[in-house]
């Protein structure tokens, strides 16, 4: 069964650890670092570790610690610097991709030498959430085994092949907004990348309607039986009703179509397409005068 997609916001995993275990947690100032000083304690600091860290550390403060900083990157640097490698490998549809520990550069984003990478294969249409948490199991483990044994990874390190390299910019979000003259598959590996973070959406009616639940279209997209290749192409974005499968079929471009079972109007619940076509009585069959995008 469809399940709603939302965001929530909860504390982080390891600041609810820290707290469990009686650790001090110190939290970073906005925005920047530039006059932070690295907090006073009875045991000093030897080595800084960042992971999914937004501030650039300024070389005063990596240069204070005397093993130096490390990054947990998910992805197979140089490939796919930037602030959403995991987001652009699913983007890209690319098939390999990987966890890379590197020490900390002080004059640039993940460009510091690789002491340890680990590959993996990821299967076709997989989705953010899946990746996210493959790559932070394996993450973890490989920092635990790089900080055990920190002395030979430094050793033998690898400077980073800079004709290689790629960027992953941070994620916009006009890019939830969706273009219907995409192809179906194009559209829904938009959704496998950010849907679970900012839901797609178009408009409807003149309001803004999320699109909670897109349907894999090699099952949903199987053009209405009132589509004939005789008729003209619908216009994309146009809505065919299929109750008894409970979604709705939106026409795409390429002559593809959109399976949607859940939705979400501005200023409204979450529903079932079938409660979405009872509250705007809507009639089944393609060519109707309703579609997204409207």
């Known amino acids: 069964m469809d399940e709603l997609?939302?965001?929530?916001?909860?504390?982080?995993?390891?600041?609810?650890?820290?707290?469990?275990?009686?650790?001090?947690?110190?939290?970073?100032?906005?925005?920047?670092?530039?006059?932070?000083?690295?907090?006073?304690s009875s045991t000093p600091f030897t080595l800084a570790v960042v992971v999914s860290f937004g501030y650039f550390?300024?070389?005063?403060?990596?240069?204070?610690?005397?093993?130096?900083?490390?990054?947990?990157?998910?992805?197979?640097?140089?490939?796919?610097?930037?602030?959403?490698?995991?987001?652009?490998?699913?983007?890209?549809?690319?098939?390999?991709?990987?966890?890379?520990?590197?020490?900390?550069?002080?004059?640039?984003?993940?460009?510091?030498?690789?002491?340890?990478?680990?590959?993996?294969?990821?299967?076709?249409k997989t989705r953010f959430s899946t990746l996210h948490d493959q790559l932070g199991t394996i993450g973890a483990a490989d920092l635990l085994s790089v900080i055990a044994d920190l002395p030979s990874h430094k050793a033998h390190a690898q400077l980073q092949d800079e004709s290689a390299a790629s960027s992953a910019p941070k994620i916009s979000k006009m890019m939830a907004v969706v273009d219907w003259t995409r192809s179906a598959r194009e559209i829904a590996t938009v959704d496998r990348a950010i849907g679970e973070k900012?839901?797609?959406?178009?408009?409807?009616?003149?309001?803004?309607?999320?699109?909670?639940?897109?349907?894999?279209?090699?099952?949903?997209?199987?053009?209405?039986?009132?589509?004939?290749?005789a008729a003209a192409a619908p216009k994309p974005g146009s809505?065919?009703?299929?109750?008894s499968a409970g979604m709705l079929?939106?026409?795409?471009?390429?002559?593809?179509?959109l399976g949607v079972s859940m939705v979400k109007v501005e200023g409204k619940n979450a529903v079932r397409i079938?409660?979405?076509?009872?509250?705007?009585?809507?009639?089944?069959?393609?060519?109707?005068?309703?579609?997204?995008?409207?």
């Open 198 to 229: 900012i839901p797609l959406h178009t408009t409807f009616r003149g309001r803004r309607i999320q699109l909670l639940t897109i349907l894999d279209p090699d099952e949903s997209g199987v053009p209405p039986a009132s589509t004939s290749a």
């Open 57 to 124: 550390l300024p070389r005063r403060v990596i240069a204070s610690f005397p093993d130096g900083a490390l990054n947990v990157h998910p992805s197979l640097l140089p490939k796919y610097r930037g602030a959403a490698p995991l987001q652009h490998t699913i983007l890209n549809d690319d098939r390999e991709g990987g966890v890379s520990i590197i020490e900390l550069d002080d004059k640039r984003f993940d460009v510091g030498q690789i002491l340890k990478q680990t590959r993996i294969n990821i299967p076709p």
């Open 5 to 40: 997609k939302y965001i929530v916001l909860t504390p982080v995993p390891l600041k609810l650890f820290a707290a469990s275990a009686g650790i001090k947690v110190h939290s970073a100032p906005p925005k920047t670092l530039r006059d932070w000083k690295i907090p006073e």
């Open 274 to 294: 079938p409660d979405f076509v009872n509250g705007y009585q809507l009639k089944s069959g393609a060519g109707q005068n309703n579609s997204f995008g409207s």
């Open 249 to 257: 079929r939106v026409a795409c471009g390429s002559g593809t179509w």
């Open 239 to 243: 809505l065919d009703i299929d109750i």
